[in-house]
Each structure stands twice: as structure tokens, then as C-alpha cells.
């Protein structure tokens, strides 16, 4: 019978040389004199310092003298599309109702069809073309507008949507320019005031298209 007492390891001392996976214990003399700064707890799951799970910087690689944002003339392109596309869609939700209204004394036949089918078409590509031409217009001012200042700001936009409206409306007069210039300047300025809502009221920002 042994009467020795357990080594430092105990039972799972035992154990651990029995199945050869015991791993070896150090007293607190031992480690008395290994300096601890410096060292982070690693993850039991991932074994790597999540520090470096931690990404301070942007995880894409801008080429050199990018912004990080579009500029005007990037996204002209996706305000005419978008522009048009809108437009011929109200055009021919505004065609089906006027060609149903127009054509309620006629009974359902190939004639009436034919009617509303081209009223749909003709009102579509009337609000496609017109909101297209505003949308180029605005575009097209506001990137001249952005290369005389060199700045990108809400001055741009509230001075681009004023001058589209002026000249939109410039075969109606100086009271048709006087207005579409109204009409832009209420529209350029709410969407100024779209888009600084969150600063405005000190909420966090959110994140928009443009």
C-alpha cells in the first residue's frame, strides 16, 4: 500500500498520466516571476486576440483620390433611369383612368381596347419624357454647378432645382419661369431638408442612398 501523498496534480494527475492527456501544473511560486502585462485573453472558440476581430477602418480599398461617396455625375445616370421609369409608370396608371373614363359609354369590344391601350401608351411616354428632361436637367446643372465651386453641398442642389425649374418652364413667360423656379426651389430645399433631418434634429444618422 503507498502511503506517499498525491503529487501536485492529484487524482487528475493520474488520470491524466494513465491516458497520457494530462496536462502539467505549475504552483504559484512557479509562475511567481512571468510578467502577465500585456497579454489578452485569447478565445476559447476561435483561438485568435479579438482585437483583431475589431475593424476600426473600412473594409474596402478606395482607389487613390476617390471619395467614398458618388458624386453627382455617378448618380445622373441613376436619377434619369429612375426618373423615366417613374414617370412611365404614373403615366400609365393616369392612362388607364382617363381611357376608362373616356370610353365608359362604349361596351367591351376590340375598338374600346385598342382606345385605352393607346391612351395608356401615349400618357406613359409623355410623363417618361417629361420627368426625364427635368431629371437631366437637374443633373446636368448640378454637376456644372459642382465644377464652378468646387464644393459638394446643399447650395448645389437647392440652385440646380431652381434653375431646372426655370428653364422647364421657360416657354411659358416670365410668369411660367417665375414659377417653375418657385416650384423648384420648394422642391430642391425639402429634399435638402430630407436629407439633414437626422443632424437637424440631433438623431443618429441614418444611411440613404444620396
Same mark, same amino acid.
Given at each position: ?72 455625375? %455617378?448618380?445622373?445616370?441613376? @436619377? ?5 421609369? *417613374? !414617370?412611365?409608370? =404614373?403615366?400609365?396608371?393616369? &392612362? $388607364? ?54 464644393? %459638394?453641398?446643399?447650395?448645389? @442642389? ?5 434653375? *431646372? !425649374?426655370?428653364? =422647364?418652364?421657360?416657354?411659358? &413667360? $416670365? ?36
Amino acid at each position: 500500500m503507498d502511503n506517499n501523498p498525491p503529487g501536485p496534480g492529484g487524482s487528475k494527475g493520474g488520470l491524466g498520466g494513465l491516458f497520457g492527456g494530462g496536462a502539467p501544473e505549475y504552483s504559484n511560486t512557479e509562475l511567481a516571476g512571468v510578467p502577465l502585462t500585456g497579454m489578452s485573453p485569447l478565445s476559447p472558440y476561435l483561438n485568435v486576440d479579438p482585437r483583431f476581430l475589431v475593424q476600426d477602418t473600412d473594409e474596402f480599398i478606395l482607389p487613390t483620390g476617390a471619395n467614398k461617396t458618388r458624386g453627382r455625375f %455617378e448618380l445622373a445616370f441613376f @436619377t434619369i433611369g429612375g426618373s423615366c421609369m *417613374t !414617370g412611365a409608370a =404614373f403615366g400609365t396608371v393616369n &392612362g $388607364l383612368r382617363m381611357g376608362l373614363k373616356e370610353t365608359r359609354e362604349m361596351a367591351w369590344s376590340k375598338p374600346r381596347n385598342v382606345q385605352i391601350l393607346n391612351m395608356v401608351t401615349r400618357q406613359g411616354a409623355s410623363w417618361a419624357n417629361s420627368l426625364g428632361s427635368v431629371a437631366l436637367l437637374y443633373s446636368a446643372f448640378g454637376v456644372a454647378i459642382e465644377k464652378a465651386r468646387g464644393a %459638394e453641398d446643399d447650395v448645389n @442642389t437647392v440652385a440646380a432645382g431652381t434653375l *431646372t !425649374g426655370m428653364l =422647364f418652364k421657360s416657354g411659358s &413667360g $416670365l410668369k411660367g419661369v417665375a414659377r417653375g423656379g418657385l416650384a423648384g426651389l420648394a422642391l430642391s430645399s425639402a429634399y435638402a431638408l430630407y436629407n439633414n433631418w437626422d443632424r437637424i434634429t440631433g438623431s443618429p444618422t441614418s444611411s440613404r442612398l444620396y
